[in-house]
């Protein structure tokens, strides 16, 4: 099992649990550290200050000491610490090659002294399609959906970041997609592709065939 992590980013979820956003880069070490204990069958302590009692977790996971973690990171100071932690980032689908480039060699400058690099997962939207007419329809659709989350005000990406679609996801025949992902390979040494398939305006058939060429690609 790989486990996913991450500190959230939306004001609206800290507001609602009322916790304080420059705090969560700690809150993040803490909850890490305390999962790990857990993992390795330490007891811990839960419940309120006070009446705090150790517990143990069971059964423990088959992965030891404990499964493979992969840290969202969108931020210099996230990446800082992904890299410090030595544990392989997660970017947005939305960044583009050029700032995931540029991520990368930050995480990589945090590493701890020594340390080999950790995997490279790579989020990317991918869509196969021979038709050029779906293919054009599909990556139309994309950049719109991705220019509405830019003007929605997210930190991820800039607008002006979206205009060459090739530059955040794949979308073509089976040997344009190839190349485009070997791109990644060639760039920032990807190990990993984390393929998002579901594409707006493109109807159920179109994905399932895009997600089965995907699959026949590196069969």
Known sequence: MILGLGRGFRPALFAAFGVDPRTKRQRFLESLDLMKRAWVGEA??????GT?????????PVQQPHPELWVA?????????AGELGLPYLSSPLETIGRLTRNHELHREALPQGMPRPIVPV?????????????ERVSAALTA??????????????EEELADIENW??????????????????????????????????APR????????LAELYR
């Open 145 to 158: 959906q991705a220019l509405r989350m830019a003007r929605a005000g997210t930190r991820l990406v800039q």
């Open 73 to 81: 990171a969108f931020g210099p100071l996230a990446l800082k610490q």
């Open 44 to 49: 811990i302590e839960v419940g309120e200050p």
């Open 52 to 60: 705090r009692q150790p517990v143990r977790i069971a059964p423990l």
């Open 123 to 135: 989020m990317r939207t991918v869509f196969i399609s021979e038709d050029r007419g779906t293919c």
């Open 206 to 213: 179109e994905v399932e065939e895009s997600i089965r060429a």
């Open 169 to 202: 996801a794949v979308v073509g025949g089976p040997d344009e997609v190839r190349a485009g992902l070997d791109r990644y390979r060639e760039r920032i040494g990807m190990t990993h592709v984390i393929a998002r398939c579901g594409v707006p305006d493109a």
